[in-house]
């Protein structure tokens, strides 16, 4: 009875403890032959060419802007509703950031709204650098609109891929790469698979692969190829300014492990997300998600919409009795432009994307994760109605 349910968490089984263990009693604890491992099995599994992992979905995104050369004055776009290095990668670089407002059934950027605005910006002379997407929950974002418009006016486009490994569109799992230039992948604890820290990223263009491999270890080249000259085996080159950002050989084989079961989490999350709609989807109080044509999500969250405009009981009170239950829901995202860091620094206001702001209000993530089991969603079903009221 004193389980707690939060909204997302891992599954480590026991296999996935013998494949670190066993990195532990070898020679080599990083840069040993277990990253390039994951790598390909990243590369494999998601039909990506080039696959470099790294510390955290943070340093990929932030490897991703240094490798597309963002820098200042130049305009970056993305949504509203993510998590905050979506939209901090674009202030690490020095570039502007824009924001565009979410579409009301994905819940990811409108790309409709993207188009008027790159519209507006061509009217005032001005181009757009990149568009940074994001997959949120694990609903695929609309990559065939995205890609016409990345072509239309040229910008970069990168899908911040963190909320769906797994979700597919037409039946296509490596949909990322297919479609966006540079893809960037978390595996944090509450993600589909973890590595505990780390992140990927995944690309099929050979030059920003080459790009992101040397910023991610201090800008170090030892390749023959580039050395300006060569003064033996020793001997490297730095030739920018890179960072740390490597992961380690036994957080990589305990990637490489978990990736064999992606298929079967996403199925148990699928079916957590079905009993959800058929049990809150009939009933006034609540909006669940909703998919749009040809979509497979990923379900790494579970974003319900409840009316408390209509309900006696504020999201407040509300939360806080479900926690008093033991169920910690979470809320996915007070909008980044609402951030007091982005209004006061770049001019954003109450009002900007009225639709995310909405979302917001109403907006909880219900817990969702492989290892909850069928009681305990009946029993979250069951307080949620009891305190919607
Ligand atoms: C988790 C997440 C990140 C950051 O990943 P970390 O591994 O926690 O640094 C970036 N973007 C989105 C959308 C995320 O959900």
Redesign the pocket.
């Known amino acids: 009875m004193n389980k707690f349910y939060s909204y997302g968490k891992q599954t480590i089984e026991q296999d996935d403890i013998d494949a670190v263990v066993e990195v532990l009693n070898g020679d080599w604890l990083t840069q040993g032959p277990y990253v390039k491992k994951f790598e390909d099995d990243l590369s494999e599994k998601f039909n990506a060419k080039y696959v470099s992992a790294v510390a955290?979905?943070?340093a990929g995104?932030h490897l991703i802007a240094l490798a597309l050369e963002w820098k200042q004055g130049d305009i970056v776009i993305t949504t509203p509703i993510?998590?905050l290095?979506?939209a901090n990668c674009i202030l690490y670089a020095g570039a502007t950031p824009d924001f565009v407002d979410i579409d009301s059934v994905s819940y990811t950027m409108d790309v409709n709204k993207l188009e008027q605005k790159l519209k507006d910006y061509q009217i005032k002379g001005k181009k757009v650098k990149a568009v940074v997407a994001?997959d949120f929950a694990g609903h695929p974002c609309d990559w065939k609109k995205l890609r016409l418009l990345a072509d239309k006016y040229s910008f970069q486009l990168v899908n911040?891929n963190?909320?769906a490994l797994g979700a597919e569109i037409e039946s296509n799992i490596g949909y990322a790469c297919k479609f966006a230039d540079i893809v960037n992948m978390?595996f944090?604890p509450v993600?589909h698979i973890t590595t505990g820290?780390g992140?990927a990223v995944l690309t099929n263009d050979v030059e920003l692969d080459k790009k992101i491999k040397i910023l991610r270890t201090h800008g170090i080249t030892k390749d023959e190829k580039y050395l300006t000259k060569n003064d033996g085996p020793w001997y490297y080159e730095m030739h920018e300014l890179g960072f740390n950002y490597r992961i380690t050989d036994f957080q990589c084989a305990l990637g490489s492990s978990q990736l064999k079961k992606l298929k079967s989490f996403i199925k148990r999350r699928i079916e957590i997300a079905s009993y959800y709609d058929e049990h809150l989807s009939n009933d006034e109080r609540f909006i669940v998600p909703e998919l749009s044509a040809g979509i497979k999500h990923a379900y790494h969250l579970y974003s319900l919409q409840i009316k408390f405009d209509e309900l006696r009981i504020s999201k407040k009170d509300f939360f806080e009795k479900m926690k008093e239950n033991n169920i910690g829901l979470q809320v996915h995202y007070f909008p980044v432009h609402l951030q007091p860091y982005y209004k006061s620094n770049y001019g954003f206001a109450e009002g900007d994307y009225p639709m995310a702001e909405s979302f917001y209000k109403n907006e909880v993530s219900l817990p969702i994760y492989p290892l909850l089991a069928n009681d305990d969603v009946d029993y979250i079903v069951k307080k949620i109605k009891e305190f919607a009221i």
């Open positions: 955290n979905g943070t995104l993510t998590f290095a979506s994001v911040d963190c909320h978390s944090h993600k820290e992140g």
